[in-house]
């Protein structure tokens, strides 16, 4: 099974940035997400994109705001998140999906998880 790794998540100032990265141990044939888990809620789709990357989804909160892009050379996911809000603190992972099923941001439609990396987003 695929390893996903992410190296550091990191901490910021509201309004500020963070870079997510998520290195692949090998190529696959499966689509790519984030994914954010607050403690005592459920975890939550941030964004995907296609294996080919043809297409990428948001969840309403990280629309204008994240960027989710791939490099397939590298084998990297990576998740550029601008204007960072509090309410964005959490338990961020990388994750594959499956590609008939990128756009839900759905757990259920998780093929593997990264280790997760925390986020944390102060006012």
């Known amino acids: 099974q695929v390893q996903l790794v992410e190296p550091g998540g990191g901490s910021a100032q509201a309004g500020g940035s963070l870079t997510l990265s998520c290195a692949a141990s090998e190529s696959t044939d499966y689509c790519s997400a984030w994914f954010r888990h607050v403690s005592g809620q459920d975890r939550e789709g941030v964004a995907s994109?296609?294996?080919?990357?043809?297409?990428?989804k948001y969840e309403d909160s990280a629309k204008e705001r994240f960027t989710i892009s791939k490099n397939d050379a590298t084998k990297s996911l990576i998740l550029q998140m601008n204007t960072l809000k509090p309410e964005g603190t959490g338990m961020y992972s990388c994750a594959q999906v499956f590609c008939n099923r990128y756009y839900t941001l759905a757990t259920q439609d998780v093929v593997s998880w990264g280790q997760g990396t925390q986020v944390t987003v102060s006012s």
């Open positions: 994109i296609h294996r080919l990357g043809t297409d990428t």
